[in-house]
Nanobody, 122 residues
Framework: QVQLVESGGGLVQAGGSLRLSCAAS????????MTWYRQAPGKQREFVAS???????NYADSVKGRFTISRDNAKNTVALQMNSLKPEDTAVYYC????????????????WGQGTQVTVSS
């Protein structure tokens, strides 16, 4: 089985910073794109940032210039450095990954973490 476990959430004042981490564990051959999503109360889950295995990144317009996504392929981890946080960044942040589990199979499955709460006070 494969698990994604997020950490690093918490309460921070506006203008502050937080760093989220997500670790993938289990039977893993390789990980393609790793993505952070977030879901605020009463809203749909939305894309935040993604990074490919080659390091190409993509960001939502709302976080460009403030958030930085990075990954460590050797450790199967992805991080999200969040600076200049705003109250509207308050949400549960979810890690998502496209994972190939076996060398003998090209099948790629999508996995989600359980989420970590980020609260930004004004």
């Amino acid at each position: 089985q494969v698990q994604l476990v997020e950490s690093g959430g918490g309460l921070v004042q506006a203008g502050g910073s937080l760093r989220l981490s997500c670790a993938a564990s289990g039977r893993i051959f390789s990980i393609n794109t790793m993505t952070w999503y977030r879901q605020a109360p009463g809203k749909q889950r939305e894309f935040v940032a993604s990074i490919t295995s080659g390091g190409s990144t993509n960001y939502a317009d709302s976080v460009k210039g403030r958030f930085t996504i990075s990954r460590d392929n050797a450790k199967n981890t992805v991080a999200l450095q969040m600076n200049s946080l705003k109250p509207e960044d308050t949400a549960v942040y979810y890690c998502n990954a496209d994972i190939r589990r076996y060398i003998w199979s090209s099948a790629v499955d999508n996995y989600w973490g359980q989420g970590t709460q980020v609260t930004v006070s004004s």
